[in-house]
């Protein structure tokens, strides 16, 4: 990981220098991120935010393309295994570092990429219908002492599982845990009134909360959201949680280093474009931006942070 990085620093240095390498002959193709979720799920609306920002860079063109499947896996695997040209980039979310500890993650791993940046990062909130009877995040906890409480999350292993799963931990209840591909359809489960409550981010059931259907019992944050200062911590409550995710892209293995950093720069820029950090806002979404290298770290600090999260959970493969 050492040589990756000191070979994407000097590639990345000449690109900031010469604006584009002489010879770098790239994008010569249609180039497509591939986002493991489904179509309207936070990691897809920010995802194509983002290609829609750099657009203007790839005169050959820049598409979104929904793999689902395995909680993140089936998309994730896609790209890793992936022709290292730079045509296929991969919305890499935080279940590449989770899934693997779990063994419902096939072939996936952080060390099969390269990765370009980091652009978000976000918290689990604990969602419900506004009619639920549940106004407070200790009456759905006494609730699930006695009735069987389904909670949605975006599959088996993923991060907002995880966010519940400890959760209870916390709280020594059980959920009955309802696994979908991706945020977006659990919403929706959650809206029809098929399950109880979601663990997604707050980002993703804002506009929903907004719109008086659903409501935000708690986060499972550090501190309170800046954007959503009312609503109070698990901590604040007296349970110890603290879950979130983060979103970023990245490229196969052996990708060569001059796209690898002209990518980085590219999205960089487009990442603290106007229109861009707009969207963020509007959305309730967080910027968090991590350079390649810095995001590097990230992975193999975060790979070892959940596996042991995950084994703690009994949730370990």
């Known amino acids: 990981m050492k040589r990756i990085g000191c070979a994407l620093a000097l590639a990345a240095a000449l690109v900031l220098a010469a604006g584009w390498a002489p010879s770098l002959d790239y994008p010569r193709s249609p180039v497509s991120i591939i986002v493991p979720y489904g179509a309207g799920g936070g990691t897809d609306l920010i995802g194509r935010a983002l290609a829609d920002t750099v657009k203007g860079s790839f005169p050959r063109g820049i598409a979104v393309e929904n793999r689902l499947g395995g909680g993140g896996s089936v998309g994730m695997s896609y790209g890793q295994n992936a022709r290292p040209d730079g045509n296929i980039i991969t ?12 063994g419902t993650g096939g072939d996936i791993s952080h060390e099969k990429f390269i990765p370009l940046i980091m652009f978000n990062s976000t918290y689990s909130a604990v969602t419900v219908q506004k ?19 389904q909670v949605g999350n975006s599959g088996i292993g993923a991060i907002w599982h995880l966010a519940a799963a400890s959760l209870e931990q916390a709280a020594g209840v059980e959920f009955i845990h309802v696994p979908f591909d991706g945020a977006a359809p659990a919403i929706t489960s959650l809206l029809g009134g098929h399950i109880d409550a979601v663990t997604v981010s707050y980002a993703e059931v804002v506009s929903q909360v907004d719109a008086g259907e659903l409501k935000v019992l708690a986060v499972l944050a550090p501190q ?9 911590t698990a901590t604040e409550l007296g349970y110890n949680v603290s879950v979130g995710s983060w979103r970023g892209f990245g490229v196969p293995l ?3 280093p001059e796209i690898v ?4 720069k590219t999205f960089t820029d487009g990442v603290n474009s106007p229109g861009f ?3 963020m806002k509007d959305t309730k979404n967080d910027i968090e931006l991590l350079s390649s290298a810095e995001y590097a770290k990230r992975l193999a600090r975060d790979y070892e942070m959940f596996g042991k999260l995950i084994n703690d959970l009994g949730l370990s493969k």
């Open 254 to 256: 052996n990708t060569p």
């Open 91 to 102: 919305n890499i979310t935080v279940e590449l570092v989770t899934l693997p500890h779990t």
């Open 224 to 232: 309170r959201l800046p954007v959503a200062p009312d609503i109070p």
């Open 277 to 279: 950090v707009k969207f």
């Open 131 to 149: 009619s639920s009877p549940h106004n407070t995040l200790k009456d759905l906890l006494t609730a699930a002492k006695t009735d069987p409480i």
């Open 261 to 264: 950093a002209w990518l980085e």
